[in-house]
Each structure stands twice: as structure tokens, then as C-alpha cells.
């Protein structure tokens, strides 16, 4: 079991965590609840036991809010919860850790957390409840990701709800880690920008977060194209990576906090594969404030010309980025 991060960040350590995003569970998000296997699905125990071969040992599930819990503060889907502590087993079993990730966008049905539709009691319920289960509670192989991406939201208005969520976690009695995003997207590289936070930044609002158990991260996001959005298959230099992500990590290292770079991703244009490396490699030079990194994305249900997709083929074949995560997650996983 890891140990609480605040312990960790006191001193010189590596990064512990290196994996992928297996999207699927969030598809068709417009189809609500949907068909499993037919408007989204969950990764496959075969899905896995590819990315554990890889050297990696932690996956980031996107999962849609309103398939979990249909109603504000109702009772959890039976359906998607036994999809969840499957899916949990599954990564168990090959070594791997999950984190959960509900990919929400800071909304619930449209409506953003913190309005009068979807108060910041609705959203700590979701969390009360899911750190209530047996199969998710206390588990050190299970990550709580309180959100996706929020954004048209301030940041400090953000930081109230996410205050909630973990009060509620803790006082459910679970103490897994806890990965706090920042709003306007949880971008690294507007993480200062009192502009990208609505008047407050997410450097300044998010200090005032507090964990009883001493044991979260602040996610962070950030892709390569010119305006960070992860849209195009261009990245601005080879340095890119490591340049958006210097900012965040300075502020790390001068609050003594952790982070995790939950989505990144890159297409195969040599530009790119060099930023891709040199973004691993930056964060591996300052493991002492990164915890780790999940790439965007994997899945079986990407179609294979999805550009920053590093889902095997058909005949099983590794796509060119794995090349280069592969080697990095060994780097992390590998005994020091």
C-alpha cells in the first residue's frame, strides 16, 4: 500500500505510477443509460494483460456519471457497479491499478456542480457512495479521480466542490488516494492563469484544499497542439511537453504537493514522438513532486486511425507511440 503522499513528498523518490487511459465506459454519453456493449463498453480482461506486458501498472477509467448514479443522490446502478468491481478484479489480477474517473466535465445531465440544479451536496453523495463500497473503499489498488475535466466553472468554486467530494470520502471511512483536477480543463499550462480560473487560478484556489487522510494529487492535463486542446495531430516543437508542463511542476515543488499527469497524448509526427519523450523523461527527472502519468488513450472500441490511439491492432502489433511508453513505464515500474 502506498504510503500517504504527504510522507512521500518530504523527500527524494521516483514516480510510482505509469499507465493508459482505457476509454469506453463514457461513449455515447448522448445515450443515457445506454446499451452496454452496444453504446459503451468496459475493457476486457485481455485489455489488460496487453498493457501489464507493456511495463505499466495503472489505468484510468473514464466512466459517465449518469449511467452510475441515474438519479441526484440516488442509489448506484447495480448493473455498473458489478461492471466496476469487474473491471477492478481485472486489473488486480495483472498487477495494475485503477483509477476512476468520472468523465464528467464538472456536469451532471448538462448542468454544472456548484449551481442550484447540481449543489456541491449532490456531488459529494456520488463520492459518499462510492467510497461505501466494499469492492472501492480502502482498496490500495483504487484511485478516486473526483472529476473529468471540469471547466466554465471558477476555480474557486471548484475547489469548494472538490472540497466536499473529499470530506465526503473520508468521513465515508476511505482512505484511498484521492486526484484533485484543476478547472478550464485541468490544463497544466494555464494551471497559474487567474484567467483560465475565472478570476482565481487554480495555483491559488486549490491551496485551500484539505485532506484529512494526507493522501491526494492534483491531475493535471496537457496536450501538444497550439492551443493545448488535444484536437489536431500537430505539436508546436519538441520541446513543448516539457515546456507547459515546467509551470505546474514549480508550483508543486514550492507548495510541497504531488501531481499526476492524467491525459497526454501525441500523434506519431516525429515533432511529437520527441515531445512525447521528452515529457516522460522531464517527469522523471522531478519524481520528486510527480506521482505518475496515464495516457490518452487506449480502447477496443477507438477506430485504428485515431491519432493519439495506442490500442494493439488486430494482428496484436504495438502502435509507435508504445515504443516510447513502454520504455518510460518500465523506467518507473522496473525494481530500482
Request: charged share 20%; net charge neutral; hydrophobic share 40%.
Amino acid at each position: 500500500m502506498a504510503l500517504p503522499l504527504t510522507g512521500l513528498a518530504q523527500h527524494k523518490r521516483v514516480l510510482e505510477y505509469a499507465g493508459v487511459n482505457l476509454a469506453g465506459a463514457e461513449f455515447k454519453s448522448s445515450q443515457k443509460p445506454g446499451r452496454v456493449f452496444k453504446d459503451y463498453t468496459y475493457p476486457s480482461d485481455k485489455d489488460f494483460a496487453y498493457f501489464a506486458a507493456q511495463g505499466m501498472n495503472i489505468v484510468r477509467l473514464p466512466f459517465l456519471w449518469e449511467r452510475l448514479q441515474p438519479e441526484p443522490k440516488g442509489e448506484l446502478d447495480p448493473t455498473q457497479l458489478e461492471m466496476l468491481t469487474k473491471t477492478v478484479d481485472n486489473a488486480h489480477r495483472h498487477g495494475i491499478a485503477l483509477l476512476l474517473d468520472v468523465h464528467n466535465y464538472g456536469q451532471y445531465n448538462g448542468q454544472k456542480i456548484g449551481s442550484d440544479a447540481v449543489p456541491d451536496a449532490v456531488f459529494a453523495d456520488l463520492w459518499a457512495r462510492l467510497a461505501r463500497e466494499p469492492a472501492l473503499a480502502n482498496k490500495p489498488d483504487v484511485l478516486f479521480g473526483l472529476m473529468n475535466e471540469p471547466h466554465g466553472i471558477s476555480a474557486r468554486a471548484w475547489a469548494r466542490s472538490a472540497q466536499a467530494a473529499i470530506d465526503a470520502i473520508r468521513e465515508a471511512g476511505a482512505k484511498n488516494l484521492i486526484l484533485v483536477p484543476g478547472t478550464a480543463w485541468s490544463g497544466a499550462h494555464s494551471w497559474n492563469s487567474a484567467t483560465a480560473g475565472g478570476g482565481s487560478s487554480n495555483a491559488d484556489a486549490l491551496l485551500a484544499i484539505r485532506d484529512p487522510a494526507h493522501n491526494l494529487a492534483f491531475e493535471a492535463h496537457q496536450y501538444l497542439d497550439k492551443d493545448s486542446s488535444g484536437t489536431k495531430d500537430t505539436c508546436v516543437n519538441e520541446q513543448v511537453g516539457v515546456q507547459r508542463l515546467e509551470g505546474f511542476t514549480r508550483w508543486l515543488r514550492k507548495h510541497h504537493k504531488t501531481g499526476f499527469l492524467g491525459e497526454f497524448g501525441a500523434s506519431t509526427r516525429p515533432e511529437c514522438m520527441a515531445a512525447l519523450d521528452g515529457m516522460l523523461s522531464y517527469m522523471e527527472k522531478n519524481g520528486d513532486v510527480w506521482l505518475g502519468w496515464s495516457y490518452w488513450a487506449a480502447g477496443a472500441w477507438w477506430p485504428p486511425s485515431y491519432m493519439f490511439g495506442v490500442q494493439p491492432g488486430r494482428d496484436g502489433g504495438d502502435k509507435p507511440q508504445m515504443r516510447i511508453l513502454s520504455r518510460h513505464a518500465r523506467a518507473v515500474t522496473s525494481p530500482h
